[in-house]
């Protein structure tokens, strides 16, 4: 069963940095996409950035720049680190599996969802 459990949001002002973590279980990061999303009240939940079994990144355009994904597969973890933030990332950010190669990033073919890390960003 994969389960995901998230950690590492907090309060921050904006141009400050934040890493979240994401340990899993269940599963072998090394062998699915791992994906980090994130829902800010009233809004839809969004890919962020996503971690190929092979290394592979990608991040959403917008965040290009200021946002990386990494992971540790002998730990099982998931980070995301996240540098000069702006009061527009805040939302709770949630990590996902999803097994074989990433495809589409939408929240619906990934699995394991936690409770989610709250990011908040003043200004």
């Known amino acids: 069963q994969v389960q995901m459990v998230e950690s590492g949001g907090g309060s921050v002002q904006a141009g400050g940095s934040l890493r979240l973590s994401c340990e899993a279980s269940g599963f072998q990061t090394s062998s699915y996409c791992m994906g980090w999303f994130r829902q800010a009240p009233g809004k839809e939940r969004e890919a962020v950035a996503s971690i190929l079994s092979t290394g592979s990144t990608t991040v959403a355009d917008s965040l290009k720049g200021r946002f990386t994904i990494s992971k540790d597969n002998v730990k099982n973890i998931l980070y995301l680190q996240m540098n000069n933030l702006k009061p527009e990332d805040t939302a709770t950010y949630y990590c996902?599996?999803?097994?074989?190669?990433?495809?589409?990033?939408?929240?619906?073919?990934?699995?394991?969802w936690g409770q989610g890390t709250l990011v908040t960003v003043s200004a």
């Open positions: 996902a599996a999803r097994p074989g190669p990433c495809g589409s990033l939408l929240p619906r073919y990934f699995a394991g």
